[in-house]
């Protein structure tokens, strides 16, 4: 079993940045890991999923060239950088581990309680 806490929400401007951490306890070197968000009345989408290494990374396209996922296995955090908010980037963001290395929801089985982002003027 893995636990999963995120810090690093906020509020922002559009153009603004932030950064969100997921600190994890248990054994997590053999997940991927993954950072998802669902906005207010929308179900719930992956934004990044980072293979076990840190080498490899796929991102959803309305975040690609903005965000960054990375993660430190010593530390067991794993990292969403993101930059030039727009205000439809405003959600709930989740972290979540599981075995496969995709963005799909139903494939992630240790979920973080979630950190709100929220991106207006």
């Given amino acids: 079993q893995v636990q999963l806490v995120?810090?690093?929400?906020?509020?922002?401007?559009?153009?603004?940045?932030?950064?969100?951490s997921c600190v994890?306890?248990?054994?997590?070197?053999?997940?991927?890991?993954?950072w998802f968000r669902q906005a207010p009345g929308k179900g719930r989408e992956?934004?990044?999923?980072?293979?076990t290494g840190g080498s490899s990374a796929?991102?959803?396209d309305s975040v690609k060239g903005r965000f960054t996922i990375s993660r430190?296995?010593?530390?067991?955090?794993?990292?969403?950088?993101?930059n030039s908010l727009k205000p439809e980037d405003t959600a709930i963001y989740y972290c979540a581990?599981?075995?496969v290395f995709r963005t799909r929801v139903d494939d992630f089985n240790n979920w973080g309680?979630?950190?709100?982002?929220?991106v207006s003027a």
């Fill in 72 to 82: 430190d296995n010593a530390k067991k955090t794993l990292y969403l950088q993101m």
């Fill in 24 to 34: 994890a306890s248990g054994y997590t070197y053999s997940y991927f890991m993954g």
């Fill in 113 to 118: 309680r979630g950190t709100q982002v929220t």
């Fill in 6 to 20: 995120e810090s690093g929400g906020g509020s922002v401007q559009p153009g603004g940045s932030l950064r969100l």
């Fill in 97 to 99: 581990a599981g075995p």
């Fill in 58 to 60: 796929i991102y959803a």
């Fill in 46 to 51: 992956g934004v990044a999923v980072i293979s």
